[in-house]
T-cell receptor, first 111, second 113 residues
Framework: EAGVAQSPRYKIIEKRQSVAFWCNPI?????LYWYQQILGQGPKLLIQ????????DSQLPKDRFSAERLKGVDSTLKIQPAKLEDSAVYLC?????????FGPGTRLTVT | AQSVTQPDIHITVSEGASLELRCNYS??????LFWYVQSPGQGLQLLLK??????LVQGIKGFEAEFKRSQSSFNLRKPSVHWSDAAEYFC???????????FGKGTRLSVIA
């Protein structure tokens, strides 16, 4: 069974630029999560989708972050404009229930 | 609010020694509890999980964890550490189902010869 795929694996941008991350969940997984993991901290939930609908985006900085999951499969997370404090690893996870499966993450560096 | 606390930021153990990583939780009801491991540049790998039943759960790579309701703890243990166990370990909790995981800040494990 293929795991959760994410791309790119690494991205370096300057502040005020925009960036997008892509996630392909495990086939058949209706629930998809985006987490932000700042260096030295545990992952923090940004947004949760159930199929193509948003379940929880209460911790998503909506002035600069946006996410979508068209057709209830792949998802993209966008940051525009990026700030220095957005430097982090962005993790995507999917699930059909209690067990969550994580992708390898995208490491973003904002200079 | 639901929370998970890992009191130790960094632990160093000698290879072959025993290991215990601490985790405390704060949930209204019995949470679903997990331990994940993250090696540098890698994603999160599930070591073990507790939902109900036997409070001592076995996981992969020789790890086990014990759920103690009276202490609100879910500590991770391994009787003999290998150099390859050096990594970041995260304790996480959820309310079950598709509710998202809430993570602790992690404990970095270093293994010395």
């Amino acid at each position: 069974e293929a795991g959760v795929a994410q791309s790119p694996r690494y991205k370096i941008i300057e502040k005020r630029q925009s960036v997008a991350f892509w996630c392909n969940p495990i086939s058949g997984h209706a629930t998809l999560y985006w987490y932000q993991q700042i260096l030295g901290q545990g992952p923090k939930l940004l947004i949760q989708f159930q199929n193509n609908g948003v379940v929880d985006d209460s911790q998503l900085p909506k002035d600069r972050f946006s996410a979508e999951r068209l057709k209830g499969v792949d998802s993209t997370l966008k940051i525009q404009p990026a700030k220095l404090e957005d430097s982090a690893v962005y993790l995507c996870a999917s699930s059909t229930g209690t067990d969550k499966y994580f992708g390898p993450g995208t490491r973003l560096t904002v200079t | 609010a639901q929370s998970v606390t890992q009191p130790d930021i960094h632990i160093t153990v000698s290879e072959g020694a025993s290991l215990e990583l601490r985790c405390n939780y704060s949930y209204g009801a019995t949470p679903y509890l997990f331990w994940y491991v993250q090696s540098p540049g890698q994603g999160l790998q599930l070591l073990l999980k507790y939902f109900s039943g036997d409070t001592l759960v076995q996981g992969i790579k020789g790890f086990e964890a014990e759920f103690k309701r009276s202490q609100s703890s879910f500590n991770l243990r391994k009787p003999s550490v290998h150099w390859s166990d050096a990594a970041e370990y995260f304790c996480a909790g959820s309310a079950g189902g598709n509710t998202p995981l809430v993570f602790g800040k992690g404990t970095r494990l270093s293994v010395i010869a």
